[in-house]
């Protein structure tokens, strides 16, 4: 099948970049991203690009470039849906918060009710795109409900996951290592995929481009960000022990890095991994394992976040112990919201968590971010729902501006490896602060010898003091 016109459902994180480089690389096609969220999708469509929802270098540019000529944002669902010959489903898939699997499973609610909408809407033949990170054989759910529709029309499902780090997506959507796609093996689910191949081929290299079945489509997703979130909860259980026995976790980094068997990506100790796939993925991996009664494959694979969870803790615990045991009434300044550079995704950032111990010691915490809205920070804490939001707006404090965030403070915590924290007039910072003045490099970026000699008290993550 050519296809001529794409459906996304979800403007997402996913969504919204995946959809903009495939409009720009395909301007034969017409592509619809469309979303139930009419404040996401009026930002998609403001006139000013600066102002879309998702941050990522250089996606501006790329909105900027097809939007209104082959690529458009719409809340009519049913519409888009109707038109095209090719549906995405990009939609969320949290951890389940409730019953079966609760804390472990992937909650498919937004991903059954797309089916459905898909099946009553459809009058004509449709490949279906999982695009979603979602369990194994979630295609089977559905196709179960595609196929049943009795509205006699023919319904291919493909599972084609995305490898985007964010802060470089757009980047990793022009050049990917790869493409996965998975499909049946008939001659109906073969010519599906080829019809997909045929879309990323217009700008992808075929050799990088990469078929299987369905079910392997799906599992290799998950394992690739188990293997991804193994490696830095790996780094961070050495970086405990190089404190204790005054090794250099970043000597060591560098060391293990340069065997060609290992490399050296991911190997960077830090506060802990966030964002929306690592910890959803290793836990759904979790609860198919149970699921088969894989109990010692479970264990393995949910010390990883175990590892992480410690890694955070320890860090808060630092800042504490540093603060002769008490932070109650003082001002800590938090450095970066986001769970990572160059892009405003705040899911699972470990700042978010780091605050919340310090929280519970009563802690006034001071956060900037450069690209984190107040609102965001907000409905983050309140999410935990450990505590009212009353307590969140008494003890948090949302500032635009990091010397402002840092002045009067008894520490500072660095949570987000953004570039420009390490341009700051440092000895500015610290006149400015209560004496004496700490450091905690949550990310490991800035010049401890430096700081040192300004007269910080420094601590790095793996790094005896």
């Known amino acids: 099948m050519k296809i001529k016109s794409i459906c996304c459902i979800g403007a997402g994180y996913v969504g919204g970049p995946t959809m903009a480089v495939i409009a720009k690389k395909c301007p034969q096609i017409k592509v619809t991203v469309v979303d139930i969220n009419e404040a996401r999708i009026a930002a998609w469509n ?26 458009f944002f719409s809340t009519d669902v049913d519409k888009a849906i109707h038109e095209a010959d090719m549906i995405f ?34 009058t004509t033949d449709k490949i279906v795109v ?16 595609l196929d049943h529709t009795g509205s006699g029309v023919n319904f291919q499902i493909l599972s084609n996951p995305e490898f985007l780090a964010e802060g470089t997506a757009v980047e990793d959507l022009m050049k990917p290592d790869r493409v ?36 392997s489509s799906e599992l ?4 690739a ?29 560098r060391a293990i890095g340069s065997d060609s068997r290992i490399g050296p990506k991911f190997l960077k100790a830090s506060v802990g991994f966030g964002g929306s796939c690592f910890q959803k993925d290793i836990l759904n991996l979790v609860y198919i394992s149970r699921s088969y009664g894989l109990d010692e494959v479970a264990d393995y694979w949910e010390q990883v976040i175990k590892m992480n969870d410690h890694q955070k803790k320890r ?63 907000f409905v983050d804490m309140d999410y935990l729902n450990t505590r009212s939001s009353e307590e969140n707006r008494k003890y948090i404090d949302v500032v635009e501006d990091p010397y402002e965030a840092c002045k009067g403070a008894h520490a500072i915590a660095i949570m987000t490896e953004w570039d420009e924290f390490k341009t700051y007039d440092w000895q500015r910072i610290y006149d400015n602060m209560l004496k004496p003045a700490h450091v905690f490099d949550g990310r490991n970026i800035l010049d401890r010898k430096k700081l040192k000699q300004i007269g910080f008290q420094v601590y790095s993550i793996g790094t005896a003091d």
Request: with cysteine; glycine share 4%.
């Open 89 to 122: 489903i990009s939609v969320n898939t949290p951890t389940k918060t409730y019953g079966e699997g609760k804390g472990l499973a992937a909650d498919l609610k937004w991903i059954e009710l797309c089916a459905r909408q898909i099946a009553r809407v459809s």
């Open 315 to 377: 860090f808060a615990k630092k800042i504490i112990r540093s603060l002769y045991n008490t932070v109650n009434g003082k001002k800590i300044a938090l450095l970066g919201w986001a769970f990572k550079k160059d892009t405003n995704d705040t899911r699972e950032s470990a700042a978010i968590y780091v605050t919340d111990h310090l929280l519970f010691e009563h802690a006034n915490v001071a956060v900037f971010d450069p690209k984190v809205r107040e609102e965001q920070v």
């Open 130 to 145: 999982e695009k979603s990170t979602l369990p194994v054989r979630t295609a089977s759910t559905i196709k179960s409900i």
């Open 180 to 215: 996965l796609i998975g499909g049946d093996q008939t001659p109906e689910g073969l010519e599906a995929i080829q019809s997909l191949v045929d879309v990323y081929a217009e700008w992808v290299p075929k050799d990088h481009i990469l078929t299987t079945n369905v079910w």
């Open 46 to 71: 403001d006139e000013n690009v600066d102002n879309i929802p998702v941050y990522e270098p250089g996606l501006s540019d790329v909105v900027a470039e097809a939007r209104g000529r082959n690529l």
């Open 225 to 253: 960000n188990a293997f991804l979130a193994q490696r830095v909860s790996s780094i961070n259980a050495l970086s405990e022990l190089c404190e204790h026995t005054e090794a250099d976790i970043n000597e060591v980094a």
């Open 220 to 223: 290799s997703k998950l394992t």
